[in-house]
């Protein structure tokens, strides 16, 4: 077996084994078989039981997800941009998610009014953001120029979110800030189908431009000279970005440096820009990320409450410098 | 057979004009010229990525604009004068992303692909250097690789602009013989631009050249002499 199969396989093997140790992390202790009822014998008066199915249980889910979204949608932005730091969050795709979001909720103005409004609305915010900063990226003639206009995107977008909250109501500022804040714990049993969903989609549409990222590595023009149709496949790869974004940012609220940090380091770990392997490592990558890093918050939450947001701030923005002073000399 | 008739180049300006040029397999041509005179565009135009402003241009007898992408991937190879690389990459995955247009969406490589890749790396001397890192070798060995690479792309016509251009001078002649071998062994027509004048005149090839004054473009003698050269080209 090779170096870069066996470590897919570690970390393919260590998420369920984290996973189950995560279900049965927190303040009350769950046996073994009061697990296994609650799932194929559910009794809605058993305490024990409803914690797993309604709190453990979607938020151990949340977080594979979650985290295996962002990273692949980190993936796709570095290769779109061959920036090893791009990332919806660094580019502001996450803004534009979050913008949305805050007109949906302070506002009341809704493009959609389904059950799923906030979710199209954030996907469909991500995904407006996601073509300006491509649109951007025409003029930007550096890595850094890049970024900052992500930045930039960013702080515009954060400016307007403000004048939005001061002129709303207490309760739907209070909404939105717990929102903003991230977090895994908002997100229902039964809403879990549609983010496994979207993150399987998003991964098998990934997996079927694995020839053209491969070459996109080496920039738009060698591509365009194999073959491919570069101006296409951006916009596909924005598409398939706000998507996996666009869901986790309305269920979770922003999740920071997921997306930055852990392609990274799975290619690091791996030594390869072939993207089968890159496209698995950073959704497995980006899974057990999540996976640890709320283990840690269950872990210290009788000292202390962190919010997700922080844990991943605190290990992926010292990642960037890293990558910072390694690469862009 | 590359054919081009009555054609002017350039983007809005005309750069250049060639009356009659045919460029046939089994050649190496070099185009000489001056900074700017239009050598990379002219390349372009091969490449389809710019438009000739008017004339024929035709491969294989079809007009160039008028070949789908993906047909002229299969056409037509490009090395640039300073091909592009990164990082976590080996000289044989460089080499390999040449197979790009015959591989599946997932990017399987078959037997096949893996042969032409062995071949190609063969065939440019560059065996020693297969494993190691594309970042991590010279200048002159990613040239190599980047030639290669055109090679395992596997097209009867293969474009290079400068490539010797940032190379030492026992580098320049290698790469110029292995041009010369390749046209002729596998039969490919290659086109190389250059301002070199005494390392052109020095290998077998046919010569271009792009006139200053008339902004021609249009084969010489490969027997002309060097100061005859230098006063067309400069």
Request: aromatic share 8%; charged share 20%.
């Given at each position: 077996?090779t170096?870069s199969s066996?470590i897919l396989w570690?970390l393919a093997?260590?998420i ?48 594979i997800v979650?985290g295996a979204s962002l990273s692949l949608a980190g993936l796709l932005m570095q290769t779109l ?114 983010l496994i969903a979207t993150v399987l989609l998003g991964t098998i549409l990934s997996l079927l431009m694995t020839r053209s990222l491969n070459i996109l590595v ?5 591509a365009?000279?194999?073959?491919i149709r570069?101006?296409r496949l951006k916009y596909q790869m924005i598409g398939i970005t706000a998507l996996l974004t666009?869901i ?11 997306g930055?940090?852990v392609p990274?380091?799975v290619r690091?770990?791996l030594?390869t820009q072939e993207h089968k392997k890159l496209i698995i490592g950073s959704i497995l990558g980006g899974a ?42 | ?92 995955e460089?080499?390999g992303l040449?197979r790009t247009?015959?591989l599946n969406l997932f990017a399987q490589q078959k ?124």
């Open positions: 077996m170096r066996s570690i093997v260590l369920p084994i984290i996973g189950i140790i995560h279900l049965f992390s927190g303040v009350s202790d769950i046996d073994w078989n009061t697990f296994v009822k609650s799932l194929v014998n559910f009794d809605q008066t058993e305490t024990a039981e409803v914690i797993i199915r309604e709190i453990r249980l979607p938020r151990v889910i949340t977080a979650a941009f061959q920036n090893p730091l791009a990332g919806p969050y660094v580019l502001g795709i996450n803004s534009g998610a979050s913008l949305f979001v805050a007109i949906t909720t302070l506002t009341g103005v809704t493009f959609f009014t389904t059950q799923y409004g906030l979710a199209i609305n954030a996907l469909l915010g991500a995904f407006v953001f996601g073509v300006l900063i491509l649109f951007f990226s025409r003029f930007a003639r550096n890595h850094i120029t890049l970024l900052l206009t992500g930045v930039m995107i960013g702080s515009f977008t954060s400016a307007f979110i403000a004048i939005l909250q001061q002129m709303s109501h207490m309760q739907d500022l209070k909404r939105f800030t717990l929102w903003g804040l991230g977090s895994l714990q908002k997100v229902q049993l039964n809403e879990t189908p549609l080496l920039g738009a023009e060698e365009e000279q194999h073959g570069v101006r666009g986790v940012t309305a269920f979770c609220g922003p999740i920071a440096f997921v930055l940090a990274n380091i690091i770990l030594k057990l990320f999540l996976l640890v890093s709320d283990l840690f918050i269950i872990k210290i939450e009788k000292l202390v409450l962190i919010p997700i947001n922080a844990i991943t701030s605190i290990v992926g923005a010292p990642i960037v410098v890293f990558i910072l002073f390694r690469k862009l000399k | 057979m590359i054919r081009i008739e009555h054609s002017t180049i350039g983007y809005s300006t005309p750069l250049l004009r060639i009356g009659q040029l045919n460029l046939e397999k089994g050649n190496l041509y070099v185009l000489l010229g001056k900074n700017g005179a239009g050598k990379s565009t002219f390349l372009k135009t091969l490449r389809g990525t710019v438009r000739a402003i008017d004339g024929t241009l035709s491969i294989d007898g079809k007009n160039i604009n008028s070949i789908a992408l993906q047909d002229r991937a299969k056409l037509v190879s490009f090395v640039s004068s300073r091909p592009s690389y990164t990082e976590y990459m080996t000289v044989e460089f080499v040449g247009p015959y037997e096949s692909d893996q042969k032409a890749i062995d071949e190609s790396i063969a065939a440019c001397g560059i065996e020693k250097i297969r494993s190691k890192a594309i970042d991590s070798v010279s200048d002159g060995e990613r040239q190599l690789a980047a030639v290669a690479k055109a090679l395992a792309h596997d097209t009867p016509y293969i474009l290079l602009d400068e490539p010797t251009a940032y190379l030492d001078y026992s580098n320049k002649r290698k790469l110029m013989e292995l041009l010369i071998t390749l046209a002729q062994e596998k039969n490919k027509c290659i086109l190389a631009t250059s301002h070199d004048v005494e390392l052109v005149l020095k290998s077998n090839c046919s010569l271009l050249v792009i006139e200053e004054k008339e902004q021609l473009l249009h084969q010489v003698s490969n027997t002309i002499g060097l100061d005859e050269l230098i006063e067309k080209v400069f």
